[in-house]
């Protein structure tokens, strides 16, 4: 068995693994600071308040218009009944019909001066105060939008810190996987996360030993991929993660390793951003990413120097 190529497409495989599991936090950390750069202001009652003593829709002057109308109306009524009942001779129907219409009259009278004169001074201070009540809303409305501009500008601002961070691993990662594919042991077309993932099982259950000849890897992977027995978009493996398990199980624990790793980091990230819209202490508080970093480029600077290991293997 060729050692050194299985430790090398290894290397590769981790690498890819990397790649995938930066690009996913570094996406993920996109989504947070746009989700978060969208402040969700609290809107500001710019209307001036008025008087409401007869209600929303009811205007003073309408109400005065209304009782004169209607007085008039109950007056002339009133007059009718009056002539009415002198011509029959029921003198004391018409005495109280008189009564009603002078009641009707001066009533009418006093609730026009209420509605004209008493009605609109009182509006007035009833709007004074509601508008007074709606300025303490806004200034309450002001301090809340304030606060949540700054916990939501400080949030913004710490994941822009981890995406700056993790974004140095991710350059690091790819630079290094192109170092080693410049060494052309691997052929372009497979030169992905999927397809060196199965290559890698292959190799590892003994089903090949080399990379090209008829039993070789390469012509083992054609044929998986021609009769669908692998899956090598990335896209379509996500979806169909469980159904991958059997045939491309070295993919499987290699993304679900991945997964696993930016839930931990973005799970220590989500702590610190609780503690920010909580007001709690946050300040000394280190990046997740840099503990993160320095694991990542601890391994890039091994997978360097096992580089040059390789360097003998022939493109097979």
């Given at each position: 068995m060729n050692t050194k190529l299985i430790e090398y497409i290894e290397n590769i495989v981790c690498l890819e693994r990397k790649k995938y599991e930066q690009q996913k936090i570094l996406n993920d950390f996109q989504k947070k600071i746009n989700q978060y750069s969208d402040i969700p202001y609290e809107k500001e009652d710019t209307?001036?308040?008025?008087?409401?003593?007869?209600?929303?829709?009811?205007?003073?002057f309408e109400a005065a218009g209304w009782v004169f109308v209607t007085?008039?109306?109950?007056?002339?009524?009133?007059?009718?009944?009056?002539?009415?009942?002198?011509i029959l001779g029921s003198k004391t129907w018409a005495n109280i019909m008189n009564i009603i219409a002078n009641i009707i009259f001066f009533g009418g009278i006093a609730l026009i001066l209420i509605f004209l004169i008493i009605v609109p001074i009182l509006n007035k201070f009833d709007g004074i105060s509601r508008?007074?009540?709606r300025k303490e809303e806004n200034k309450k409305i002001k301090e809340y939008n304030k606060n949540i501009e700054i916990k939501?500008?400080?949030?913004?601002?710490?994941?822009?810190s981890e995406y700056k961070e993790v974004k140095k691993s991710y350059d690091s990662t790819v630079a290094c996987l192109n170092r080693y594919y410049d060494l052309n042991i691997?052929?372009?077309?497979?030169?992905?996360?999927?397809?060196?993932?199965s290559m890698l099982d292959y190799f590892k259950a003994g089903i090949c030993t080399e990379l090209t000849g008829h039993e070789g890897a390469y012509r083992i992977l054609e044929d998986d991929i021609r009769f669908r027995r692998i899956e090598y978009k990335m896209d379509i493996i996500i979806k169909k993660l469980d159904e991958i398990k059997e045939m491309q199980g070295c993919l499987y624990s290699q993304i679900a390793e991945a997964n696993r790793n930016v839930y931990r980091l973005e799970n220590n990230i989500n702590t610190s951003v609780k503690k920010i819209l909580n007001n709690q202490s946050y300040q000394n508080e280190q990046l997740s990413s840099i503990s993160y970093n320095s694991n990542s480029q601890s391994q890039d600077i091994k997978f360097?120097?096992?580089?040059?290991?390789?360097?003998?293997?022939?493109?097979?």
């Open positions: 209307v001036k308040k008025s008087g409401q003593l007869l209600g929303e829709y009811f205007d003073s007085g008039i109306k109950l007056i002339v009524a009133c007059m009718i009944g009056i002539l009415i009942f002198e508008d007074n009540e939501y500008n400080n949030v913004v601002q710490r994941y822009r691997i052929y372009p077309k497979y030169r992905n996360f999927a397809l060196m993932s360097i120097r096992d580089m040059e290991l390789y360097r003998f293997l022939s493109r097979r």
